[in-house]
């Protein structure tokens, strides 16, 4: 009877062992297909119940990267008119960064001798330090009108007298897309790899609500309607040519593929 029982309590044990290593497995099943059907598969961040995934922003280092990098010890870059053994020096670096000076002088009132009553002469200035100066993106509406003239002569002897100064071509019909905002849309989207739905937060933060359905449209319109043609362009000045080189080739078929996939 005892030789029964331990079989018994054996073929549980056993049977308890099987069923944790099948849950282990179903357990690995479920978090799989729970990644596959919450996993970021566009531009969106995973998110469940509305609220962000943070593990993924951990994951990324998104969340913490300003304490994680950051460094006292690190020395900013002086610029110095002295060159490295590399004949490297930062003022050749932001040799084309526009750049202003900015002088502190003294006050109208300050510019009297506080002993004698005379006005102080200017003797020269110091140099003190050079900055980084950032101005962070600033936008605005312009209000396009053209003008018509007239010569008022023409127009007392019953001849053509108005004329209309010529006007830049809108970038899209009927839209308030200019270059500018569509190339920086552009640029933001496939240089930064800035996604269009945080392009809209920019531009709401700017002042703007505007969606990102509008900015996709003025990507695939702008595409169609003028890189296109630029792509087309270039396609038939190389095959004009007897030979091309590989390196043109390759340019070509990487600004090709860049622009259909903008168009796509």
């Not at 312009?142 to 108005?162: A, D, Q």
């Not at 839209?175 to 190339?183: K, L, P, R």
């Not at 552009?186 to 920019?202: C, I, S, T």
């Not at 590989?246 to 070509?252: G, I, T, V, Y």
Request: proline fraction near 3%; include cysteine.
């Amino acid at each position: 009877m005892i030789q029964e029982q331990n079989k018994t309590i054996a073929a549980l044990r056993k049977t308890i062992e099987e069923m944790n290593s099948d849950f282990k497995l179903l357990r690995e099943q479920i978090d799989n297909l729970t990644r596959k059907l919450f996993g970021s598969k566009s531009e969106k961040t995973s998110a469940i119940t509305g609220q962000i995934v943070m593990d993924e922003i951990l994951d990324y280092g998104q969340f913490d990267e300003a304490e994680v990098e950051a460094d006292p010890s690190e020395i900013e870059p002086i610029l110095k008119k002295t060159r490295t053994k590399k004949e490297y020096s930062w003022e050749k670096a932001l040799l084309y960064l526009p750049s202003e000076d900015k002088v502190y002088t003294l006050s109208e009132e300050d510019q009297v001798c506080p002993v004698d009553g005379d006005k102080l002469s200017r003797v020269g200035k110091k140099y003190l330090r050079t900055e980084i100066e950032y101005t962070p993106a600033t936008m605005k509406l312009v209000h396009l009108y053209r003008e018509t003239w007239e010569c008022r002569t023409c127009r007392s002897e019953g001849r053509k007298h108005l004329s209309e100064a010529l006007v830049d071509q809108p970038v899209l019909e009927h839209s308030i897309a200019s270059a500018s905002s569509v190339a920086w849309t552009m640029y933001q989207k496939y240089v930064n790899h800035v996604p269009l739905y945080r392009q809209e937060k920019d531009w709401q933060n700017l002042g703007m609500q505007i969606k990102r359905r509008t900015l996709s449209n003025w990507i695939i319109k702008t595409s169609e309607e003028w890189l296109s043609k630029v792509v087309a362009r270039l396609r038939e000045k190389l095959l004009e040519e007897k030979y091309i080189h590989a390196d043109e080739l390759c340019e070509a078929s990487h600004n090709s593929s860049y622009v259909q996939s903008m168009v796509m």
